[in-house]
């Protein structure tokens, strides 16, 4: 974590393992490729949490979407498309978020990968990056309507919702 959240410029193994002073990345890498858990499963012990801890009545879902800048093509979703975070067209992964507020504070509360058509419909580049047989394609609205859902049916106390126009 502590990775992750410093200044290093590109989130890969070595960079991680050179700012946490390790001479080779195996550490970081093992965490990476050998660990075995499940991230909805950690999304929804997050969810619960933060009910304990933050939920209120009044409470606010806030939805945004963001470019994930990438330099190669192999990355699951990613392609040549507008980016907000970069202001233009960039070679990038779509992620659309969901946050929660509340006067207690505010937390990243789910997450969904944005998978343009052209991986959507293509299996070879589907197998290669590992997506899963039953996902489909779904606009940046659809996602984010699946995880304002999952939220509500997840118990999470909110007075509206909130995005910007995507």
Same mark, same amino acid.
């Given at each position: 974590?502590? $990775?992750?959240?410093?200044? +290093?410029?590109?989130? !890969?193994?070595?960079?991680?393992?050179? @700012?946490?002073?390790?001479?080779?990345? &195996?550490?970081?890498?093992?965490?990476?490729? &050998?660990?075995?858990?499940?991230?909805?499963?950690?999304?929804?012990?997050?969810?619960? #949490?933060?009910?304990?801890?933050?939920?209120?009545?009044?409470?606010?879902?806030?939805?945004?979407? /963001?470019?994930?800048?990438?330099? $190669?093509?192999?990355? %699951? =979703?990613?392609?040549?498309?507008? *980016?907000?975070? @970069?202001?233009?067209?960039? !070679?990038?992964?779509?992620?659309?978020?969901?946050?929660?507020? *509340?006067?207690?504070? &505010? +937390? =990243?509360?789910? &997450?969904?990968?944005?998978?343009?058509?052209?991986?959507?419909? !293509?299996?070879?580049?589907? /197998?290669?990056?590992?997506?899963?047989?039953?996902?489909? #394609?779904? /606009?940046?609205?659809?996602?984010?309507? =699946?995880?304002?859902?999952?939220?509500?049916? =997840?118990?999470?106390? %909110?007075?509206?919702?909130?995005?910007?126009? %995507?």
């Amino acid at each position: 974590m502590r $990775g992750l959240l410093s200044g +290093v410029e590109r989130k !890969n193994g070595w960079q991680l393992a050179e @700012a946490l002073g390790y001479r080779q990345p &195996r550490a970081i890498q093992r965490v990476l490729d &050998r660990s075995i858990w499940d991230a909805d499963a950690v999304r929804d012990e997050l969810r619960d #949490f933060v009910m304990t801890e933050l939920g209120d009545p009044g409470g606010v879902l806030v939805v945004d979407e /963001t470019g994930l800048l990438k330099q $190669g093509r192999k990355s %699951v =979703g990613v392609k040549r498309q507008y *980016s907000g975070t @970069a202001g233009r067209i960039e !070679n990038c992964q779509i992620g659309v978020f969901l946050g929660y507020a *509340s006067p207690q504070g &505010r +937390v =990243g509360l789910d &997450r969904a990968l944005y998978l343009p058509q052209e991986w959507a419909a !293509n299996g070879e580049r589907r /197998t290669g990056g590992g997506v899963p047989e039953d996902v489909s #394609f779904q /606009t940046k609205p659809q996602l984010a309507l =699946g995880l304002i859902e999952r939220a509500l049916a =997840g118990g999470v106390a %909110v007075a509206w919702v909130t995005a910007d126009e %995507v």
